[in-house]
């Protein structure tokens, strides 16, 4: 049964490690390529990336609408490029 991001958020919330996992498999490919887009440096983006998981697993309680994962994850991965890029100095 393929649950969508919704129920997946919602069993995150819950604390079903499972959820997260399927939520990272989801969204990993996305998340390195839209700090990749911004860095071009595969590493840097797939750091940005699992950083940016991490957090949001912190603050899932924070995400009011679960469908809105993916954007709300992406959101903060561009943030955390752009910020990477700015302090490359």
């Given at each position: 049964?393929?649950?969508?991001?919704?129920?997946?958020?919602?069993?995150?919330?819950?604390g079903?490690?499972?959820?997260?996992a399927?939520?990272?498999?989801?969204?990993?490919?996305a998340?390195?390529?839209?700090?990749?887009?911004?860095?071009?440096?595969f590493?840097?983006?797939?750091?940005i990336?699992?950083?940016?998981?991490?957090?949001?697993?912190?603050?899932?309680?924070?995400l009011?609408?679960?469908a809105?994962f993916?954007?709300?994850?992406?959101?903060?991965?561009?943030?955390?490029?752009?910020?990477?890029?700015?302090?490359q100095?």
């Open positions: 049964l393929m649950r969508n991001t919704q129920e997946l958020v919602e069993a995150a919330k819950a079903e490690s499972d959820a997260i399927a939520l990272v498999d989801k969204y990993q490919l998340a390195i390529t839209t700090a990749w887009a911004i860095t071009r440096d590493h840097e983006a797939q750091d990336s699992q950083e940016c998981f991490v957090a949001a697993f912190r603050r899932l309680g924070s009011k609408a679960n809105a993916g954007r709300w994850l992406l959101i903060s991965v561009r943030r955390a490029a752009i910020h990477a890029q700015k302090n100095v």
